[in-house]
């Protein structure tokens, strides 16, 4: 099956500085990345998504690029606020039933 | 709409006795799933279905048992729980396919302790 490495564990940025997490995947038919944001005590919440066609996609202060020569994929937050603090998924998905999700980055973002 | 609701939030199990994690959306949602959440491991997909009578295994399906008698409800059921088994549990669901929309709308979770 797929594997989905997540990069890094853990991260801390200051207040305004942009946040990068890096994702690889083993199956080159995976053609669905989405993201997800999990807060304490929470069920993990979709900020954004990619499909295989598409390189880059941006959502005011969140974008996802794709590299499908790779097999990597990566979230970036840009101008980072304390309310982005939370754990972050990626996940990949060949055939939208089946989903293969990353460990998870632990995001704190110090005011 | 109430989303995705799931019950009991917590649950404490003894090893060996059985238990069923209930799951249900408003949404009219074809396709819905369960993961389990493990400290450094992730999400993984125990069963999924993609409507009512059909049901599938995941990635660790064992010692898990699902049905999908409708829309509306998808069960998780543990015949003889295991210490191994315990874990935050997640349910999910997203419209069908062939509407385009790949999101998954997560419940609040259920927490479950076997000792």
């Known amino acids: 099956g797929e594997n989905v490495e997540q990069h890094p564990s853990t991260l801390s940025v200051q207040e305004g500085d942009s946040a990068v997490i890096k994702c690889t995947y083993s199956?080159?038919?995976?053609?669905?990345f989405p993201w997800y944001k999990q807060e304490l005590g929470k069920g993990p919440q979709l900020i954004i998504d990619?499909?295989?066609?598409?390189g880059e996609k941006k959502d005011q202060r969140i974008a996802v690029t794709l590299n499908k020569t790779a097999k990597h994929f990566s979230l970036h937050i840009t101008e980072t606020q304390p309310e982005d603090s939370a754990v972050y998924f990626c996940?990949?998905?060949?055939?939208?039933?089946?989903?293969?999700f990353g460990t998870g980055t632990s995001l704190t973002v110090i005011p | 709409n109430a989303g995705v609701t799931q019950t009991p939030k917590f649950q404490v199990l003894k090893t060996g006795q059985s238990m069923t994690l209930q799951c249900a959306q408003d949404?009219?949602?074809?396709?819905m799933s369960w993961y389990r959440q493990d400290p450094g491991m992730g999400l993984r997909l125990i069963h999924y279905?993609?409507?009512?009578?059909?049901?599938d295994q995941g990635e660790v399906p064992n010692g898990y048992n699902v049905s999908r008698s409708t829309t509306e409800d998808f069960p998780l059921r543990l015949l003889s729980a295991a210490p191994s088994q315990t874990s935050v549990y997640f349910c999910?669901?997203?419209?069908?396919?062939?509407?385009?929309?790949?999101?998954?709308?997560f419940g609040p979770g259920t927490r479950l302790t076997v000792t």
């Open positions: 999910a669901s997203r419209p069908n396919l062939g509407q385009g929309v790949y999101e998954q709308y």
């Open positions: 199956d080159s038919a995976s053609n669905y």
């Open positions: 990619i499909r295989s066609n598409v």
């Open positions: 996940a990949a998905s060949i055939t939208g039933n089946q989903f293969y």
């Open positions: 949404m009219n949602h074809e396709y």
């Open positions: 279905s993609v409507g009512a009578g059909i049901t």
